[in-house]
């Protein structure tokens, strides 16, 4: 590009990253030089690796990535997210997991992502491993008692949850109860 306008690499470069240091007519002079040898503009992969951050974050989905759009939760979860990241000018990588371990392993290791919100970590300990070794930061939805020092929760504390519904169940007198939830215990089926 710059030895066909006849100008140095990093005047083309302005000509894209910083155009108020080019004037206009020699700024389009190279956007139409660009256009007929068929360059669509920096390659956004290397600019964020001279940047140093790619500007999004990965949402890491422990769930089939269907389920982000149909249940309730995950929805407004998402629409949390994302309100987030608008406000803070950047994006957002929704990350599932695949079922394979060994994919799922090169999900996490393969995300451009600046960082992770972990959406419902269950057994999916190895996968906070493998963000602590690409050194990014991260938050979870699940607490944890074994969380190392780097981790940070966000979320409610359900068991206090379950003891207030349980107490005002109980404080109406109600002495047989049931409790419906989709999975309970680690290895019981969910349903």
Known sequence: MADA???SRSTVSNAYSRPDQLSATLRE???EAARQLGYPGPNPT???LRRGFVGSIGVLFTSQLSYAFTDPFAVRFLAGVGAAAERHG?????????PAVTDARRAVENAAVDGFCVYCVADEEWALDVIRQRGLPFVSTASRDNAGADERFVGIDERAAAHSAAAHVAGL???RVALLADSVLPDAPAG
């Open 46 to 48: 290397a600019r964020s």
């Open 29 to 31: 002079r190279i956007l």
């Open 5 to 7: 306008v006849g100008v």
């Open 90 to 98: 950047t994006s957002m990588l929704l990350v599932p997991l695949p």
């Open 173 to 175: 007198g109600h002495r």
